[in-house]
């Protein structure tokens, strides 16, 4: 299983990024779907998850109203969509498919992307 994360890198505050996600191998078009972030010196955190059918779609507090995520019916590509990122959403983003069709929180990843990195800047 492989899962292919993308479109990350450095830019100033207030701009905004697309992450992208490809499965292989496995598929997870029967799955949830999401991001997680981690920076430096601190715990992964679930940033957000998607439903297999690109319903269900749930956010970190702290990304509310900035980052949407998204995903064609039954398949396993994944987006997330940044906008207005600030300094605080400096991280390595990790794509993750879920164990199950709905809901995604860190017991319940089953196979984890290698990371992209997003860096903002004041």
């Known amino acids: 299983v492989q899962l292919q994360a993308s479109g990350g890198g450095s830019v100033q505050a207030g701009s905004s990024l697309r992450l992208s996600c490809v499965a292989s191998?496995?598929?997870?078009?029967?799955?949830?779907m999401g991001w997680f972030r981690q920076a430096p010196g601190k715990e992964r955190e679930f940033v957000a998850g998607?439903?297999?059918?690109?319903?269900?779609?749930s956010y970190a507090d702290s990304v509310k109203g900035r980052f949407t995520i998204s995903r064609e019916y039954g398949k396993t590509t994944v987006y997330l969509e940044m906008n207005s990122l600030k300094v605080e959403d400096t991280a390595v983003y990790y794509c993750a498919g879920g164990r199950s069709a709905v809901g995604l929180s860190l017991r319940t990843v089953a196979s984890w992307g290698q990371g992209t990195q997003v860096t903002v800047s004041s």
């Open positions: 191998g496995r598929t997870f078009s029967n799955n949830a």
């Open positions: 998607i439903g297999w059918n690109g319903g269900g779609a």
